[in-house]
């Protein structure tokens, strides 16, 4: 039964707070979960953003239905200019994705729990179970389960003296090395004796003074935890910078984003982003990451030279995931308030056009050449495939219930979905 409601739980609250209902009345009359709140009607939280420019909204969602998306004039998707996937290195360009439509070939079940999917690019991904399970699931490209990794450490063998004994973590999200040698694992929260007895949450403020968390380093060859860092509050987020030189974090309850240099294993800086930091995306040349602020209307955009931070203004409502064309040229968001999926241009920072998914649309990937996005509708329980250069639908299917994690398989051209419901779906990108 524990399970069950598990499993629910983000649904549960998605309906409610969907109704109209406030968010205290959402989780007051329905258990925690680790999920972002979805629509909500209620205020945020306070915001102690670097910028009194911006205006703070929800984290997730709008006052009104993302049935119709922010206003763009029609003519700024039919004139968006199409994409050139310029490659930024002497490597050949990767190939073409299959155009045919997508297609189930394997959906998989046991021991899931997953909040995200990813891949390491070298035939590995990795399912990440949060708290409900407490590990990560191992799969290679035949869909064989390689090994389930369990999130238990002991934070003292890795340098952590000052947290005796044994802790579990809680696996949000997972970013692999450029050559798919390490895997980095956010963890939600840790959970054991003091200071790590008090868990998380998705509405809070540094104020609350929530316990910093952990990220894992896992090495890819042996399956096994080889480095743990300390980071801020809840982290969800994270990616590493092409030139493998940082890891970036998205520390949620902090609202700051952590900058690990990974040759030493250490946190060399936080720096303020404003409530509720998510998904990154960073420029081919490692030159800037841009930072989704999920409590707000706007992206950061990070310099990875002086840790600096500027805006992209007016971006909708609560935007949640980042990708970025291979040239560089174009940043996606998704906007979950608003049910939309923006296009901006990286050389003006305008939102130069964006086009409605579904309802709260979670994560999205990309293919190879830039040409298709992918994007997960969670209260759809649909995943809708873009063209790039028009946004222009061009295929929604099914999938499971709670759609939240999506990654593509460059080598297959395989689409890889994580959904909360307790289940990790793949499609083939064209016949």
């Known amino acids: 039964m524990a399970r069950m409601l598990a499993r629910r739980r983000p649904r ?23 999920a972002e709140p979805l629509p909500s009607r209620s205020g945020p939280p306070a915001n102690p953003a670097p910028s009194s420019s911006s ?47 997508l297609r189930l070939v394997k959906t998989m079940y046991s021991h899931l729990d997953p909040k995200s999917v990813v891949a390491s690019g070298t035939g590995l991904f990795f399912a990440q179970n949060m708290m409900y399970l407490h590990t990560i699931n191992v799969y290679d490209r035949n869909y064989n389960l390689v090994k389930i990794i369990p999130d238990k450490v002991r934070l003292a063998d890795f340098g952590y003296s000052q947290y005796p004994g044994s802790y579990k973590g809680a696996p949000v999200e997972a970013a692999f090395t450029p050559d798919g040698a390490s895997a980095y694992v956010s963890n939600y929260s840790m959970y054991g004796a003091a200071p790590f007895a008090r868990e998380g949450s998705d ?30 509050a809840v982290p969800k987020y994270l990616a590493v910078t092409p030139n493998g030189k940082y890891v970036l974090v998205s520390n949620w309850c902090s609202y700051t984003e952590s900058v690990i240099d990974a040759a030493t294993g250490k946190e060399i800086k936080q720096v303020p982003i404003g409530a509720y930091p998510r998904g990154i995306a960073i420029d081919p040349s490692s030159a800037t990451a841009y930072i989704a602020v999920m409590g707000s209307t706007r992206i950061a955009a990070l310099d990875l030279r002086t840790f600096e931070v500027s805006w992209i203004n007016h971006v909708g409502s609560a935007p949640r995931h980042l990708v970025i064309s291979p040239d560089g040229r174009w940043l996606y968001a998704t906007i979950n308030g608003d049910g939309v999926v923006d296009k901006i241009d990286l050389a003006t920072r305008d939102v130069v056009a964006r086009v409605a998914t579904g309802r709260a649309p979670r994560s999205m990937t990309i293919s190879p050449d830039g040409g ?17 250069s028009d946004m222009r639908i061009v295929q929604t299917v099914e999938t499971k219930k709670d759609p939240i994690g999506i990654t593509y398989d460059n080598a297959t051209h395989h689409v890889w979905i994580a959904c909360y419901s307790g289940a990790v779906m793949v499609f083939s990108d064209g016949t």
Do not use: H, W
């Open 12 to 34: 549960a609250i998605s309906l409610l707070l969907a109704s109209g209902l406030s968010l205290a009345c959402a989780v007051s009359c329905t258990a925690r979960t680790a």
């Open 55 to 101: 205006t703070q909204v929800s984290p997730t969602s709008p006052t009104s239905a993302p049935s119709s998306p922010a206003p763009l004039p029609t003519s700024s998707v039919a004139a968006a200019p199409s994409v050139s996937a310029t490659p930024t290195s002497s490597a050949s360009p990767p190939p073409a994705p299959p155009t045919g439509p």
């Open 203 to 232: 509405v809070c403020k540094p104020a609350d003074k929530y316990p910093d968390s952990f990220v894992y380093r896992v090495n890819t060859a042996s399956l096994t935890i080889d480095q743990v860092i300390e980071v801020g």
């Open 372 to 388: 298709y996005l992918y994007v997960v509708n969670y209260m759809s329980s649909t995943m809708t495939k873009l063209r790039a």
